[in-house]
């Protein structure tokens, strides 16, 4: 099986150098293809992939073709690369928006996967969200699942609209957690802490956190009622929270992305 990844940007190299490390494919197995001339040499020099400016000297022999690029360059390229394309070809989407219906009517073909990635797939903890239309069969889905799993794991979801609802969580949360962090870090050196201090203070809570309730069964919920007791300092800092609606604004923030990606893919 051959994979052609296009567009060698930060999340199209993020999969391909994730594919190479994984040995799910073997290195000349993969290809990856830019239109900067000056990033695929620099590419040629370092990857241990095979690396390519035109797509008409790899994509015919691509059985997988994992499409990087930008959501408004996705018209120039459907138009460069329908003539090249064939039935049997399996498309894999992380264009933001961009419509199964679109890329099977733009590229002529059938078998699309549309994914949402996030930004921790570059150090292998993604999360993808991916549906895929009725032509993609069973064993080409598990497929598609063990390529995407090796930035992180992915989650299969039944509509679009499902993706589009994984991106107001999954896809644009690793935002609000950089936003929950940098809050407190503004707030930790507001009492009086170094830079250094602040963001140590802040990540090892962060990471311990998740840590914590990566390794249980228990629900966030049950974690807060364990720290806090009545009358103690946690209680303080949640009372004021849930007095200012912080839960009900996360939500409301969740909600506008949703309905950005919905308006998106208009
Ligand atoms: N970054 C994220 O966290 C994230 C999350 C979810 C989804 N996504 C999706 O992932 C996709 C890629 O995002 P990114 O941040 O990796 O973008 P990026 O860094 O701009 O990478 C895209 C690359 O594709 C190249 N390109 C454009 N047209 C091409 C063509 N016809 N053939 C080959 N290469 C072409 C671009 O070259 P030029 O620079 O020369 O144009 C660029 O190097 C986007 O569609 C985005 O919606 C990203």
């Known amino acids: 099986m051959k994979v052609l990844v296009i567009g060698a940007g930060n999340m199209g190299l993020a999969y391909a150098k994730a594919l190479v490390k994984s040995e799910f494919l073997s ?11 000056q990033k695929t040499e620099e590419l040629k020099k370092v990857s241990r992939f095979d690396v390519f400016t035109n797509l008409e000297d790899c994509l ?31 498309v894999i989407s992380i264009m933001a928006g961009v419509t199964i219906q679109s890329m099977k009517d733009g590229l002529g073909i059938t078998k699309v996967v549309r994914a949402m990635p996030n930004l921790p ?13 009725d ?29 589009d609802a994984s991106t107001g969580i999954s896809g644009s949360g690793p935002a609000y957690v950089f936003y929950f962090m940098q809050s407190m870090m503004d707030a930790a050196k507001k009492m009086g802490f170094s830079e250094h201090d602040s963001k140590v203070l802040v990540s090892q809570t962060f990471e311990g956190a998740v840590e914590l309730f990566n390794k249980s069964d228990l629900s966030p919920q049950s974690w807060m009622n364990r720290v806090a007791s009545k009358g103690g300092t946690t209680r303080a800092a949640l009372d004021s929270m849930e007095d200012n609606n912080v839960k009900q604004l996360i939500e409301e923030a969740a909600y506008a992305a949703f309905d950005r990606a919905v308006e998106l893919g208009k």
Do not use: C
């Open 135 to 163: 032509e993609v069969s069973r064993l080409e889905l598990s497929t598609v699942e063990n390529l995407l799993n090796t930035t992180g794991k992915s989650v299969r979801l039944d509509t679009e609209n499902d993706i």
């Open 27 to 37: 290195s000349h197995n993969l290809m990856i293809s830019d239109t900067d001339a």
């Open 121 to 133: 797939a570059q150090v292998g903890k993604g999360l993808t969200s991916f549906t895929a239309s």
């Open 60 to 90: 015919p022999v691509a059985d997988i073709i994992f499409i990087a690029v930008k959501p408004y360059h996705s018209e120039d390229l459907f138009k460069e690369i329908k003539h090249l394309m064939t039935k049997d070809q399996l």
